[in-house]
């Protein structure tokens, strides 16, 4: 099974909502990254945060950490219609090889 | 900014034909990476190399193989193709940084085996 996997599969909201969605893990690990992959592209990295870390900010993102818990957190707050796209955590080992998991696809209705 | 190119965007081949999928990547990244995406399955990784001529497998090596003779160049070979491997094909790269390597991805290959 895959080492992250996203909660909720999929996500719809109204322009100007906040979005969360959720990514559970297995394993250790290094780090945690979160992706976005507009319809049919490539995957954008948007954020990563370190074992050691519990919380970090990027503009409208906010990424939590939970290692007691093997989980993290997405939020993107004020959201746009350009937000709507896939969003994908991965888990990355010692090793620098990372562990994707199935997405959440988020909709941002205007 | 750091670019990732792969050979084709839409690939349509016939079953037991030899299929080729470039990425080159202009970064100078030690780390290169493929995975395969379908619906429901999320990104899973086929193969990787750290270095040149190095390659590791990932989770689903089966049925594909890889060559990087150069730093920048990372290939996919699908031997004898099969229609379960129609499929988008994403290669990725990254610096070697310990821990915290962020990816950056091509634009995608969209096989389709018929």
């Known amino acids: 099974s895959q080492q992250g996997e996203e909660d909720p599969q999929a996500l719809s909201i109204q322009e100007g909502e906040n979005a969360t969605m959720n990514c559970s893990y297995k394993t250790s690990i290094n780090n945690l990254q979160w992706y976005r992959q507009n319809s049919g592209r490539g995957l954008v990295h948007l954020i990563l945060?370190?074992?050691?870390?519990r919380e970090k900010h990027s503009g409208r993102l906010r990424v939590t950490l939970d290692t007691s818990k093997k989980s993290s957190s997405l939020l993107i707050t004020a959201s746009r219609a350009a937000d709507t796209a896939s969003y994908f955590c991965a888990t990355e080992t010692n090793a620098g090889k990372s562990t994707f998991g199935d997405g959440t696809t988020l909709t941002v209705k205007p | 900014d750091v670019k990732v190119t792969q050979s084709s965007r839409y690939l349509v081949k016939r079953t037991g034909e030899k299929v080729f999928l470039e990425c080159v990547q202009d970064?100078?990244?030690?780390?290169m990476f493929w995975y395969r995406q379908d619906p429901g399955l999320g990104l899973r990784l086929i193969y990787f190399s750290y270095d040149v001529k190095m390659k590791e497998k990932g989770d689903i090596p089966e049925g594909y193989s890889v060559s990087r003779e150069k730093k920048e160049r990372f290939s996919l070979i699908l031997e004898s193709a099969s229609t379960n491997q129609t499929s988008m094909y994403l290669c990725a790269s990254s610096f070697w940084r310990g821990n915290g390597n962020e990816q950056f991805f091509g634009p995608g290959t969209r096989l389709t085996v018929l």
């Open positions: 970064m100078d990244h030690e780390n």
């Open positions: 945060i370190r074992s050691n870390e």
